[in-house]
C-alpha cells in the first residue's frame, strides 16, 4: 500500500478506534488495517521493512492506535476468519 499523510483530526486519533476509550488512560499498542494475517508472508516482511525506515512507500502497511484488550480481543475473531477462509 502507498503512504499516504494523515489529515484525519488530531482529537480522534486520542481514543481507541473500538471502544472509544482514551488511549491516554489505557495500555495500548498498534493494530495492523487489514490484519497482517490477511497478508501474504512477503507483504508482511516489506511491511516491517517500511516500518525500520528501510522500505519503500509500497511497502506501507496502515496502522492505528488501539487498547491493548480491543486488540487481544480480536484475536480469536481473526482466527475465525481465517479459518473460513481457509476451508472455502
Request: with cysteine; proline share 5%; aromatic share 6%.
Amino acid at each position: 500500500m502507498r503512504y499516504i499523510d494523515d489529515f484525519s483530526d488530531e482529537r480522534l486519533k486520542a481514543l481507541c478506534i473500538h471502544c472509544g476509550e482514551a488511549i491516554a488512560n489505557i495500555p495500548s499498542n498498534r493494530d495492523h488495517v487489514p490484519t497482517k494475517s490477511l497478508l501474504t508472508k512477503e507483504l508482511r516482511e516489506r511491511g516491517v521493512e517500511f516500518d525500520s525506515g528501510i522500505g519503500d512507500e509500497l511497502a506501507y502497511l496502515p496502522q492505528v492506535v488501539v487498547c491493548r484488550s480491543c486488540n487481544s480481543g480480536f484475536s480469536p475473531d481473526e482466527n475465525y476468519l481465517l479459518c473460513v477462509l481457509h476451508a472455502v
